[in-house]
């Protein structure tokens, strides 16, 4: 993985400037992850702690995280045990991906109590876990291992902590030249994957860009002697000690890139094997921020959006075949003309019919030609049943089109609306999926997982994203139905901008100033095509309006609107200029 022993060394290094600093604040925005606000000589920040099996992950962020408004158990017990409290240690264990903070309170008592918070990043296995450092007892973990999962250990409240297992690898900052050569001579693996397998804290990215550095003269005098079958020890050494070096200072080089297969990595050290897009940073933080950056929001959105995502698209699969079905009828309503023109015809040569014909040739008297056209007879019926049956046909499509006409529209609002979901779906966070299932439930399409449990207050407002552009001035988005309502008609005044991309589904954008330049229209309607259908898109068409010129219809689907007086500019969505505007997170 990515994130290893180097990374979480750098990563703790730089959280040293957090020691003697205040835990201010706790909140736990999902099952994985846990924000510590800290209050320090360096000012506020706030720290993510991550067990995700797919991201686990320690930096600081810059991010707006929305929490439930009922916190989770652990969280209400890291508050009760570690809000307030001095850290007084951070350390790593070894060159491990585990990582100790050990801190100090008063309990209620007035007595002072210690407790630490263990994290292990280790892939599916990660954990956050609060013990007592005296005893060694565990309070609780955000993820609880039973005795039935892991016969190794169990994390538990009450069980003491157990370290993970053992994997009797050397610490790459402390072994000798000596040592180096005499443990790679005596091995026969290549020497990337005796890297991996020797050292703690090396992947195999690392173990990669060490044996990378291996001088072109010594690849070349190996691929031609048959007596060297491996890099040379002392060859291999330099190269080792020409990162490890680095590491055991601290002189990391945060780094982004593309490798050669076009995939994207990152490291705390300098790596030779990104081929593109290399970006440094600062700090590791800055780093982790831009390598993560909502991937695994995404990844978590993904499964809890599933259910939503396949009834949403049955129901549109059902509407699409629907107007399939309405279309076809269309067709044969149109020929209602031709039943009554064939009822006519048979009811003015009733003579020239007899019962048991299966059809007849007449002389189409409303025809300038006077052509002859064939009809077809039912041969049970007599030749007046035959014309009443067409004048019956006649009259059911004609009194049906108006009806086909109706359904036709309902279902082409209905497809249109089931599009905007899906669209609303793809960019949703963890909270507006929630508020996307809940206008599901006040429509009428699910029922209300939730009857019997508590009920949703009256003036609970939906989530609003803020922006502000680069001329200082506030820009409000909605990314689902309930926001877009909520940001265009309740908070937008009537002379506020209202921008909305031209004939594709996205969200509603509102420039909250009546005075504003062409760099904030610009950011904001790069924010209704970046929030939009049209995202990968170029040139996107985004249209503008006065509020005052923007209404709903009576009894349309929630987020729909009619507006007029618009003008229309064309942007190309740009995810670094979305992602440079200040922007924040906060119900209503």
Sequence with gaps: MALDGIVTRAIVHELQGCKGGRISKIHQPNGHDVVLTLRAQRGNSKLLISASPTYPRVHFTEKTFVNPTEAPMFCMLLRKHCEGAII????????????????????????????RIIIELMGRHSNIVLVDPITGTILDGIHHVTPSISSYRVIMPGFSYTEPPEQHKSNPLEISNTEFENSYNASEEEASRWLVNSFSGLSPLIAGEITSRVPAAQEADQAASEDVAR????????????????????????????NAKGKKIFSAVQLQSI????????????????????????????????????????????????????????????????????????????????????????VNFYDEDQANITIQLDPLLTPSDNAQRYFKRYNKYKNS????????????????????????????????????????????????????????????????????????????????????????????????????????????????????????????????????????????????????????????????????????????????????????????
């Design 88 to 115: 007084e240690e951070i350390r790593q264990i070894g060159m491990e991906r585990i990582i100790h903070i050990d801190m100090r309170q008063r309990d209620e008592l007035g007595d002072v109590s210690v407790k």
């Design 231 to 258: 890099i040379e020890a002392n060859v291999l050494w330099n190269a080792f000690e020409s990162v490890m070096g680095l590491v055991r200072v601290h002189n990391y080089t945060p780094v982004t890139g593309l």
């Design 275 to 362: 081929k593109d897009a290399e970006k440094t940073y600062d700090t590791m933080s800055k780093c982790m921020e831009d390598y993560y950056g909502d991937k695994a929001e995404r990844d978590t959105v993904k499964q809890r959006v599933s259910d939503l995502l396949r009834f949403l698209q049955n129901e549109r699969s059902k509407n699409i075949k629907k107007l399939d079905n309405l279309n076809k009828d269309l067709l044969e309503a149109d020929d209602a003309d031709k039943f009554r023109l064939w009822g006519e015809l048979l009811f003015a040569s009733l003579h020239q019919v007899s019962k048991g014909d299966k059809s007849v040739e007449l």
């Design 401 to 588: 089109l108006a009806v086909i006409h109706e359904q036709l529209g309902k279902t082409k609002d209905e497809i249109d609306y089931l599009d905007n979901l899906l669209q609303q779906l793809s960019i949703a966070s963890m909270n507006d999926i929630e508020e996307i299932r809940e206008e599901l439930v006040q429509q009428g399409y699910l029922r209300d997982r939730n009857k019997k449990g508590k009920k949703k207050k009256k003036n609970d407002r939906p989530t609003v994203h803020q922006f502000t552009s680069s001329e200082g001035i506030e820009l409000l988005v909605g990314k689902n139905n309930l926001q877009n309502e909520y940001v265009t008609n309740r908070l937008a005044s009537s002379n506020d901008t209202w921008l909305h991309t031209k004939d594709i589904p996205g969200s509603h954008v509102v420039i909250r100033s009546t005075d504003f330049g062409e760099a904030t229209l610009e950011e904001a309607a790069q924010l209704a095509a970046y929030f939009s259908q049209a995202k990968e898109s170029s040139s996107v068409p985004v249209d503008y309006t006065l509020i005052r010129h923007v209404r709903k219809p009576s009894g349309a689907k929630p987020g729909f609107v009619i507006y007029d007086n618009q003008k229309t500019v064309f942007v190309t969505p740009n995810e670094e200029l979305i992602k440079s505007l200040p922007s924040t997170i906060k119900n209503g």
